[in-house]
DNA sequence: ATGCAACTGACAGATCGCTATCATTAGAGG
DNA sequence: CCTCTAATGATAGCGATCTGTCAGTTGCAT
């Protein structure tokens, strides 16, 4: 059987959403911090459990970034990179690809996909110096 | 005092042939392997000791790569880029740099930098389908 | 050559990200 | 409404990475 049946269950369904509402990628953290505003009770194991079976079914992507632990965004959306905040740790995602101009590898190498990261602050933490906090979005 | 005596032992002289020679990043086991070819009973506790000591001397700069623990190079080169291998795992350096066509971020975003991950295999990796391996530098 | 403290190697232990276990809860088909 | 069992929450445990401890070693100033 390679597809148990599969029950809709809240805990599930606040995961969706908090990844949904976020548009951004999240850690297995911060999903669980977003998703217990839709059901408070939710546990960090249950987070685990159906960010893999997500992945599973193809409605969630891996993102990893260096030093950090993997994120996850919602699967399906087209070849886009990613901007890192080196303050508040978020993660966020760019327009375009600049693909066009990559490094050429040495003779012999095959390449297969890249990765490229922006890193600096975001619009909230460049704009905080002296704390200016719009809301509490963590 | 900010900066007790250093002494220069083998161990240490050990660890940066290893970088030198190596001439991309090394994780701390890569690089104790490395170093354990010029100093036998060298230590993982020392490595790491080290390679702290030398990101605080400045004469190691940090890499870290998405999904696997922070990697070294020796500091002081060029802006340049990454290649991991896929099926080898270990990470080149590659030339030039691209960075003329970043995609841009949302309003209010500073950018500080970027870092981009080719991602494929390598030369011995690509070669080898069938097995042919040329040295065990690993 | 001598002495002393920086350094080392061995390994215990902290930390982190994640998984396994298990009693309990709750989808969903009948 | 009942039943069956997938799914959950709590938490113990695991592996990987890195740090702390400490007795013993060694670079280096004298």
Known sequence: MPHPIRRNTRQKQAIRDAFIEADRPLSPEEALSAAQRHYETLGIATVYRNIKSLLAEGWL???SL??????????????????????????????????????????GFQVAGHELMLYGNCARCAGSSSGVRRRASR
Chains 1, 2 share one sequence.
Request: glycine share 12%; net charge positive; proline share 11%.
């Open 66 to 107: 260096p030093g950090q632990s993997t994120r996850y965004e919602v699967a399906g959306k087209a070849h886009h990179h990613h901007f890192h905040c080196r303050k508040c740790g978020r993660m966020f995602e760019l327009g375009g690809c600049a693909s066009t101009v990559l490094p050429k590898p040495p003779r």
């Open 61 to 63: 992507d891996p993102v």
